[in-house]
Nanobody, 124 residues
């Protein structure tokens, strides 16, 4: 059974930074593409960023390009989301997601695994 556990969320002022962590277990980590999604109150869950199993390929939502960076350390079974220049509209529950394949072909729309989420609140 694959488990994804997020941490690193919190309250930050607009313009500030946060780093989210997601630790995975139950599967060979390097064989899984990983991603971050978010869901704001009253809105649907949306894709934020994805990274291939090797870490060589990444993809971002237009709304976070240039501000957020996804990365991973396969030796630590961990994927990160560095969030800079945060805006109030970034406020959401952020979810870690994983797939059964290492390439970013379907994880942006239909991940195989989900974490429980971590709250990020950006005050104006």
């Amino acid at each position: 059974q694959v488990q994804l556990v997020e941490s690193g969320g919190g309250l930050v002022q607009a313009g500030g930074s946060l780093r989210l962590f997601c630790v995975a277990s139950g599967r060979t980590f390097s064989t899984s593409a990983m991603a971050w999604f978010r869901q704001a109150p009253g809105k649907e869950r949306e894709f934020v960023a994805a990274i291939s199993g090797s870490g060589s390929n990444t993809r971002y939502a237009d709304s976070v390009k240039g501000r957020f960076t996804i990365s991973r350390e396969n030796a630590k079974n961990t994927v990160y989301l560095q969030m800079n220049s945060l805006k109030p509209e970034d406020t959401a529950v952020y979810y870690c997601a994983g797939d059964k394949i290492p390439v970013i072909t379907r994880i942006t729309g239909r991940p195989a695994y989900w974490g429980q989420g971590t709250q990020v609140t950006v005050s104006s």
